[in-house]
């Protein structure tokens, strides 16, 4: 909001002051909540490949990461940095929250090159400095952002068609990822999995904003508990919370948890910024400059992490597929006594052989 506009809503000089307190409020949130979620992802990776030594994986369908203690000792650190995000919403605009999750990679990347061994290059820590930098202009150029009346209000700023257009988009490519892709590309493809929890996940963002909205204006007095659209929000946050766990498991189990953490910032974020664009009118009545800053400082955040993403080395985790059996019928030659001799198509081959390679290695 412009500053003339942001005194006239605080009904004076001093709203633009208490904006600016909320802001900070939710930044500083927004840090803690970051240091926490970077943590969580180094604990469930060593929580899920434990589980994975032990039985079947995640990233094909196990849930043997549930009797492992270190991967609900990482869901309970994320959980309090998802408590702090929660909050930090209630305070300050998801165009200034969102992007600052890009710490939570600084904390992954430095976390995954001492425990887990995926090595962090030189190169790399030029990505943290571009996140910190990127970080701290979109913080001094942020949003300032009137809070909603009542969730009503908010109800007739998600039913705006902008929005339900956005909604539905996000919903059908959801679903097109998970019923078609996620079976036959998830195990190959980091984009399925990254890409079910970014689009979900920015209706998570919105959702759990409305609910953070109205618990800040019940404890203020004005009780929200009475609309039916504050249970609709909880429900929708919930339900796209729980679909977002299940494929980032199955992301952390089946791909390098640093190639993890900086795709799916990425995607989040810029999905997040564009539903609350188009939602909550961040951008609304601020000035060219600021809105221009705002992105050089989005953009600046994006480059660190596709530096960081670009220097980290491949995951070397096996693959479900890289032990399979071989087809039942194949040509191949044995070499005995001197002489070379071909197995027919018709004859069975033992169903215990394997391959130790990936099939599509055998010509």
Same mark, same amino acid.
């Given at each position: 909001?412009?500053?003339?506009?942001?005194?006239?809503?605080?009904?004076?000089?001093?709203?633009?002051?208490?904006?600016?307190?909320?802001?900070?409020?939710?930044?500083?949130?927004?840090?803690?909540?970051?240091?926490?979620?970077?943590?969580?992802?180094?604990?469930?990776?060593?929580?899920?490949?434990?589980?994975?030594?032990?039985?079947?994986?995640?990233?094909?369908?196990?849930?043997? =990461?549930?009797?492992?203690?270190?991967?609900?000792?990482?869901?309970?650190?994320?959980?309090?940095?998802?408590?702090?995000?929660?909050?930090?919403?209630?305070?300050?605009?998801? +165009?200034?929250?969102?992007?600052?999750?890009?710490?939570?990679?600084?904390?992954?990347?430095?976390?995954?090159?001492?425990?887990?061994?995926?090595?962090?290059?030189?190169?790399?820590?030029?990505?943290?400095?571009?996140?910190?930098?990127?970080?701290?202009?979109?913080?001094?150029?942020?949003?300032?952002?009137?809070?909603?009346?009542?969730?009503?209000?908010?109800?007739?700023?998600?039913?705006?068609?902008?929005?339900?257009?956005?909604?539905?988009?996000? +919903?059908?490519?959801?679903?097109?990822?998970?019923? =078609?892709?996620?079976?036959?590309?998830?195990?190959?493809?980091?984009?399925?999995?990254?890409?079910?929890?970014? +689009?979900?996940?920015?209706?998570?963002?919105?959702?759990?904003?409305? %609910?953070?909205?109205?618990?800040?204006?019940?404890?203020?007095?004005?009780?929200?508990?009475?609309?039916?659209?504050?249970?609709?929000?909880? +429900?929708?946050?919930?339900?796209?919370?729980?679909?977002?766990? %299940?494929?980032?498991?199955?992301?952390?189990?089946?791909?390098?948890?640093?190639?993890?953490?900086?795709? =799916?910032?990425?995607?989040?974020?810029?999905?997040?910024?564009?539903?609350?664009?188009?939602?909550?009118?961040?951008?609304?009545?601020?000035?060219?400059?600021?809105?221009?800053?705002?992105?050089?400082?989005?953009?600046?955040?994006?480059?660190?992490?596709?530096?960081?993403?670009?220097?980290?080395?491949?995951?070397?985790?096996?693959?479900?597929?890289?032990?399979?059996?071989?087809?039942?019928?194949?040509?191949?030659?044995?070499?005995?006594?001197?002489?070379?001799?071909?197995?027919?198509?018709?004859?069975?081959?033992?169903?215990?052989?394997?391959? %130790?390679?990936?099939?599509?290695?055998?010509?």
């Amino acid at each position: 909001m412009s500053p003339d506009a942001t005194g006239e809503a605080g009904g004076g000089g001093g709203g633009g002051g208490d904006l600016f307190a909320a802001n900070l409020k939710g930044s500083l949130l927004a840090v803690a909540s970051s240091a926490f979620i970077g943590v969580s992802f180094i604990v469930k990776k060593k929580g899920l490949l434990r589980a994975g030594a032990a039985g079947s994986r995640a990233g094909v369908g196990g849930y043997g =990461y549930l009797l492992e203690p270190l991967w609900w000792v990482g869901m309970v650190t994320m959980l309090v940095g998802e408590i702090a995000n929660f909050i930090a919403y209630m305070f300050a605009p998801a +165009v200034l929250v969102t992007p600052l999750g890009a710490l939570s990679i600084i904390v992954s990347a430095v976390l995954a090159h001492f425990t887990l061994n995926e090595k962090l290059q030189r190169v790399g820590v030029l990505g943290c400095v571009l996140c910190i930098v990127g970080s701290t202009v979109i913080i001094l150029h942020a949003p300032q952002e009137r809070t909603p009346s009542s969730v009503d209000e908010i109800w007739h700023l998600a039913i705006q068609p902008d929005f339900l257009c956005y909604a539905t988009a996000a +919903v059908a490519v959801s679903l097109f990822l998970m019923i =078609y892709c996620a079976p036959r590309y998830g195990q190959m493809n980091i984009m399925v999995y990254v890409g079910i929890c970014s +689009v979900i996940g920015s209706l998570t963002v919105m959702s759990i904003k409305a %609910v953070g909205i109205a618990i800040k204006l019940t404890i203020e007095g004005i009780n929200q508990a009475g609309y039916f659209q504050t249970w609709l929000f909880a +429900v929708i946050s919930i339900t796209c919370m729980a679909v977002q766990l %299940v494929y980032l498991n199955k992301a952390l189990d089946t791909f390098n948890a640093a190639v993890v953490s900086p795709i =799916y910032y990425a995607m989040f974020t810029t999905l997040t910024i564009l539903a609350s664009a188009i939602m909550f009118k961040d951008w609304s009545g601020q000035s060219a400059s600021k809105i221009a800053s705002e992105i050089c400082g989005f953009l600046t955040v994006l480059a660190g992490t596709l530096v960081l993403h670009s220097t980290r080395e491949p995951d070397q985790t096996l693959s479900a597929d890289l032990y399979a059996p071989l087809p039942p019928k194949i040509y191949w030659h044995i070499q005995g006594n001197g002489d070379i001799g071909k197995q027919k198509e018709d004859d069975s081959l033992p169903c215990d052989i394997i391959t %130790v390679m990936r099939q599509d290695y055998f010509v």
